[in-house]
């Protein structure tokens, strides 16, 4: 394309951006739509489009045309064969707790907004630890739902995600070395095909705990960030409540011991429930946002569960590895009140870094590399952000060699935009290549888009694009993502 | 079809898998296979391609018209790059031991052998707890390979099947209550498609522990049987040895006791290692076959790993709730040789089973339900067994609500192979209704295409079938399995 052209078509797509703003779907469209969920649940107005425009990413706004809220499967089956008839982009929406714009709407279209209707807890089998739900429930209603079964939901990325939305990105978060991530933990879905055909993925009903009867088609959609399907219904496992919970703080004196500690726990074969690092200025962030007044230092959150013997055994081991590493001092938080304020402040890392630099933007990454890698990689990565003067805090799944760096970031300042992109690309390289991944639990989405090639080469990702346009092949479903 | 056109069609089938007996490529298609591989490693002697024609199941012999061993991936590119552009049937083969007729060549073409040279152990990082392995490694070779390490790898179907073939039917067994099956234990597959291009499933070298880049073609390659490409390069996780390891077997008055005491050990949320079911007529073989004088009836194998004191903890959990439910002993088996002796047992039911049949034919069923339905279902069988008159054992993953049925069978007599059909389809159609799976571990295959429809309906089966068209359009990767 010559540059001129080029140009124009940036202009082109820069207008259709701001026309955007207003719904570009024609008055038969709108109308044909509101027959399906009812005009009440289905709306242009900008208030409600911009609510669907972005995820807690930087990435810019971009608002969906309309936004639906449809109560059940059979109406989203309708929306999307008439989007697919239509070539209409659709967005299956949850709670919009995503870092890495998944359900920003790109090229417009309807946004399926999950969260207003569908968000009932359908059936739980208590003697199965098994239960099926709508995906628009959060993981926190269903745990607090299932508060007097026994049982609970333990995959648990902070924020208060719903479950479609947590499946569509395989989410996993403090509790995953323990417990898994979804794909791991889901064992049938509901979900709508791109041309409003329902499928159950592993079985009409099935809900075993073992399974192989033809594609793994759960895993297939699960990651598949709404662009292979609409997530309906979801069927997960549940585990047993620990019977005991022993949580502790250890603070280091700097980022390598912490870590080599996080290693060698893991190395010992301890059934961790959690282990979270943060660094000196998260736990800054988090003193002033949760009034707290821990050790300003890198500091390892740990949590194990089990019976009472075996907790104080595994901490015990824990402790001495950590003391052996350089560990100040070993604090127990076995008083729940104090145990579940401890999390509290861990899940509100993102908040509480925020709520520090104000008027600023905040952004993640997310990278996840071999266990070994961890203590190399998270060094050079303080050293990084010291050297760059990013306004950043560290906080991590250590367990799982997985961590984040919260970057404040005003995008008015190229000087610091270009700084923070030098940072985030050496980031992920350096996690590509010590046999990592750019993304251990956020997604691609549109943020990660540019490492797919450096990470998988060029073939993987046509494999990739096969399926999406034999499942998809008018491209509707969340167009313009992953790829 | 008229029926005189269906007998036609059904006489001409016949006479094309008699003739298969010879193979029926062209000399310069065999000339062109050998200039890949080396002629010494091509092979269309009728010894050779009879070994290659069936798996331990019932299913007929369908022999491939050549089998070929090549050395590495490049070569097995080169192989589907002809097959493709030939549409030349391709079957990935391992160990052979099946149970549902998925390495069967029933349109002929070409058997690509793993197992002789592609079997090499690549890389282990005991700090990560992984390795890479080739996809013709077996469980044993590895286990053995990393016996100095403080490492295993537990997934274990009894079997010495090869790492590759495990992964085709996301095979599981004995450990999966623990450690999950093939599915939850893969990190990265390197894989061939149809038309030669080689993918690194996961990215490049990726190893992490958690990766959500991209659609998960790894589980999606997991359990297709062949179907989708040609698996050549396998990274597993793996698990630290465990520090202590008590077995123990509960022998009980009758089934129903048995099964309760599973689903009770299940719920209680003991982190049990295995906990496998043997019915007395398996016991009564296994006393024959093994060497053994175990009491001759419904009877529990359970294993426990952890540190001392937790295992000792849990197995006093499991024998009050065995004895609770009519258990007659627990017999503790500390001593490895002795725990060894009752594992390879247990392992070695199936050849039990054959031993006291000889002359006679033997098959498995593999139905997997909820675990509250395990009782019902299970009581229920025993019941179809004795009325039907069937010569059959029961043993089973209990604790995952996975169990087989062994039948012998004489395949001449009509009337007995009648009572068999009229058995297992009740039986897979009652593991459906109670929300199962035709089949927990051993895959569709040939045996269970039937049921595929009455567990998914329809619409399912046809997005796997979009898959498979677009993957492999000219349908050569194992065609005629799973639809």
């Known amino acids: 394309m010559s540059s001129f052209l080029l140009k124009t078509a940036k202009n082109i797509t820069k207008n259709l951006t701001s026309i955007r703003k207003y719904s570009s779907l024609n ?7 509101s027959s399906i969920v009812g005009s009440s649940n289905c709306s242009v107005s900008e208030a409600i489009r911009t609510h669907h425009s972005k995820d807690e990413s930087l990435h810019e706004e971009a608002h969906p045309d309309i936004v639906v809220f449809p109560e059940k499967t059979e109406q989203i089956s309708k929306i999307l064969q008439f989007c697919n008839k239509n070539k209409i982009p659709a967005i299956p929406y949850g709670a919009g707790s995503g870092f890495e714009g998944g359900i920003n709407a790109i090229k417009g279209g309807v946004s399926i907004d999950t969260s207003k209707y569908m968000n009932n807890i359908l059936e739980v089998n208590v003697e199965d630890f098994d239960c099926w739900v709508d995906s628009g429930v959060t993981r926190k209603q269903l745990n607090n739902y299932l508060k007097d079964t026994g049982l609970w939901f333990p995959i648990d990325p902070g924020a208060d995600a719903c479950i479609g939305g947590m499946c569509s990105t395989s989410a996993s978060g403090t509790n995953a070395v323990r417990f898994g991530t979804m794909r791991e933990n889901v064992l049938n879905l509901e979900c709508v095909l791109a041309d409003g055909t329902v499928i159950n993925t592993a079985g009409l009903k099935a809900r075993s705990r073992k399974n192989v009867a033809g594609y793994n088609l759960t895993n297939l959609m699960i990651g598949s960030e709404g662009t292979l399907s609409v997530i309906t219904k979801v ?3 549940l585990f047993p409540q620990p019977e005991t919970i022993l949580s502790a703080v250890a603070p280091f004196p700097d980022v390598a011991s912490a870590v080599q500690s996080t290693v060698e726990i893991m190395q010992s074969g301890l059934a961790i429930a959690r282990i979270e690092f943060l660094d000196e200025k ?3 962030a988090n003193n002033i946002y949760n009034k707290m007044s821990l050790d ?14 075996t907790v104080d055994q595994q901490a015990e081991t824990a402790m001495e590895i950590c003391k052996e590493n350089q560990c100040k001092e070993f604090n127990w938080a076995t008083d729940p009140e104090e145990r579940i304020k401890l999390w509290h402040a861990r899940h509100n890392s993102w908040f509480a870094f925020k709520s520090i630099h104000p008027n600023r933007k905040a952004i993640s990454t997310d990278v996840c590399v071999p266990i070994s890698k961890l203590p190399e990689i998270l060094v050079q990565t303080k050293k990084d952000i010291e050297e760059l003067n990013l306004k950043t805090v560290i906080v991590g799944h250590v367990g799982d060699g ?3 760096t919260f970057i404040s970031l005003d995008p008015t300042d190229k000087e610091e935009m270009n700084r923070y992109h030098a940072y985030s690309e050496k980031l992920v390289r350096h996690a590509i290549k010590v046999e990592g991944t750019c993304t251990g639990e956020h997604g691609i989405g549109l943020g990660k888009m540019k490492y797919m090639e450096e990470q998988f080469g060029k073939s993987p990702i046509e494999t990739m694009r096969i399926i999406k346009r034999a499942l998809d092949p008018n491209n509707i479903l969340n167009p313009g993502k992953i790829f």
Do not use: D, M, V
């Not at 008055?27 to 739509?33: G, K």
């Open 27 to 33: 008055a038969s469209t709108i109308e044909y739509l």
């Open 235 to 237: 069927a997960l496992k």
């Open 282 to 284: 998260s736990i800054q």
């Open 296 to 309: 300003e230092t890198p500091t390892l959150f740990l949590e194990f569960h089990g019976s009472k013997g």
């Open 402 to 404: 997985n961590f984040h």
